[in-house]
């Protein structure tokens, strides 16, 4: 029996759809019903009720459920086993929030490709946590410590944040401003949180879930913005408001699996973008 037509059942298993299932493994969703169904006509058991919105597990798939878990740990262990006796060339995929990824990272990547030409680096900018045991990524950074057993981080860097605005409104007086901050998905973000209290009650002229979509808004004089020094601070269209140049700061933590540490490609990008953070600490902070 194939991996492959475990992995089908369990996500099956997991989404409770065939669209969902389907949109996790980047198939059609006939496809997983062509391959589940394969893969109970091989073992001669029926595995899911075919209802008319959901695919709900049977009694014989719910007791082979836990089996197909433990297959997919020691598959995921020798994925990242396999990394630590790896060359210095290959794919290395690293998760970072959106826009520190494609405003800090991406512009900076030019010399990791000069010295390893091997290395394919994947960038994922994604606001959610990437589950590094499964291998969605195989470094991550995060703006805060990671909570998992088992990973290791560290801090790279502090990275900073001030009150932004368009000229228009460092004309104005404060009880006037308008705000623009995030929705309700990242009302608890540090930044956030501090932005709610300064506002106490002043309208919110813009809200969004992406820093990038926050920064254009500023720019256009939508309101004011609590934004990362290395997004907003050498923009010329904004400045600094006076009393609030730097409200408060969150560390970068770089984490990773011990597995894939031993990965020299792997380790190569850590090391760069450790590097990279130290000589761009002004940029940050």
């Known amino acids: ?5 475990v992995r089908y059942f369990l996500e099956l ?14 198939v059609e969703h006939s496809t997983v019903s062509r391959r589940v169904g394969a893969l109970e006509k091989k073992i001669g058991i029926r595995l899911f009720d075919r209802l008319a919105k959901s695919w709900n597990l049977t009694v014989e798939g719910e007791a082979l459920l ?27 995929r690293v998760s970072a929030p959106p826009v520190l990824a494609s405003h800090f990272l991406a512009p900076r990547l030019a010399a990791l490709a000069r010295q390893w030409p091997g ?22 950074l995060r703006l ?4 998992e057993l088992g990973l290791a981080g560290r801090p790279l ?33 540090p930044q956030q949180k501090w932005l709610h209290e300064l506002a106490a009650g002043r309208r919110f002229a813009f809200v969004s879930n992406d820093a990038a979509a926050l920064y254009q808004a500023c720019r256009s004089g ?12 050498e923009d010329p269209a904004l400045s600094r408001l006076p009393g609030y140049e730097g409200v408060l700061s969150r560390d970068v933590w770089m984490v ?14 850590a090391q760069f973008i450790t590097r990279l953070c130290r000589e761009h600490e002004s940029v940050l902070i």
């Not at 298993?13 to 980047?26: I, K, S």
């Not at 598959?75 to 794919?91: C, D, E, H, W």
């Not at 290395?119 to 991550?140: F, K, V």
């Open 157 to 189: 860097a502090g990275m900073g944040y001030s009150l932004y605005a368009a000229q228009k409104w460092r004309n104005r007086p404060a009880s006037e401003w308008e705000f623009i901050g995030y929705d309700d998905v990242l009302r608890e973000t």
């Open 1 to 5: 029996m194939a991996w492959d037509d």
């Open 13 to 26: 298993a997991r989404q409770g759809t065939l669209t969902a299932a389907a949109r996790v493994l980047g």
């Open 256 to 269: 990773i699996h011990p597995d894939v540490r031993r990965s020299p490609r792997v380790k190569a990008v």
């Open 119 to 140: 290395i394919t680096l994947e960038l994922i900018g994604e606001s959610r946590q990437a589950n590094l045991y499964r291998r969605e990524a195989d470094l991550a």
């Open 144 to 147: 805060s410590r990671p909570q």
């Open 222 to 233: 939508l309101g004011v913005a609590v934004l990362p020094h290395f997004l907003a601070g």
């Open 66 to 92: 836990a089996h197909a878990y433990r297959i997919e740990e020691q598959t995921l262990a020798f994925s990242r086993a396999s990394m630590g006796i790896g060359a210095v060339q290959g794919v290395v």
